[in-house]
């Protein structure tokens, strides 16, 4: 969606290093949010955002960490990558219009 | 906790035919709830977004209707086109701080 941008589209890491995906909106949503997606688990909430410097986690925070400096980047940062961690990771935003959501990033962790 | 369940998993209709999904959720004191579709190792789309006060939304061929007393919603397609297969998600939300999903329906249809 052109109102939000997710980066990189893939990557490919090693076990134990540290890992930042990068969500961009040019919406100037308050909210904004970071799930997973996991064959057989759906679309699971990492963590969320709902203002500079204000955010909460989700279901399966663990091993994940959040920054939000600017209303429109939101950082997810992988502190050391595990293998569990491999998935394709969505960002979204929340307005009048519902969510919408980036194209996503497709991680691999080896 | 809130669930959301979508049935059948999978569907397969011949292309013409007009076809219902559905989705059902356990708590009823939901902010809204929106549609979705997700073509393979591609991101989500919005097709239809249903708040709380309202009983259904239109856009094309798609109808999505909302019972929140009954904890369901209904997505139509009328029409349907090969172009239409892909997975469809609902997603109900209490607000803005989780949107939860269903397992999805994965629809083909047949030409």
């Known amino acids: 969606d052109a109102g939000i941008t997710q980066s990189p589209r893939h990557k490919v890491t090693e076990t134990g290093t540290p890992v930042t995906l990068r969500c961009h909106q040019t919406e100037n949503h308050r909210y904004m949010y970071w799930y997973r997606q996991d064959p057989g688990h759906g679309l699971r909430l990492i963590h969320y955002?709902?203002?500079?410097?204000?955010?909460d986690k989700g279901e399966v925070s663990d091993g994940y960490s959040v920054s939000r400096s600017k209303t429109e980047d939101f950082l997810l940062t992988l502190e050391s990558a595990t293998s569990s961690q491999t998935s394709v990771y969505f960002c979204a935003i929340s307005g009048g219009r519902g969510y919408t959501f980036g194209s996503g990033t497709r991680l691999t962790v080896v | 906790k809130q669930e959301v369940t979508q049935i059948p998993a999978a569907l397969s209709v011949p292309e013409g035919e007009n076809l219902v999904l559905n989705c059902s959720f356990t708590?009823?004191?939901?902010?809204?709830l929106q549609w979705f579709r997700q073509d393979p190792g591609k991101g989500l789309t919005s097709l239809l977004l249903i708040q709380s006060s309202q009983r259904e939304q239109t856009s094309g061929r798609l109808n999505a209707s909302l019972d929140k007393s009954s904890g369901r919603s209904t997505l139509y397609i009328a029409a349907s086109q090969p172009g239409d297969s892909a997975t469809y998600l609902c997603a109900v939300s209490f607000g803005n701080e989780k949107l939860t999903f269903g397992t999805g329906t994965r629809l083909t249809i047949i030409p």
């Open positions: 708590d009823s004191a939901i902010y809204n």
């Open positions: 955002s709902y203002g500079v410097k204000d955010t």
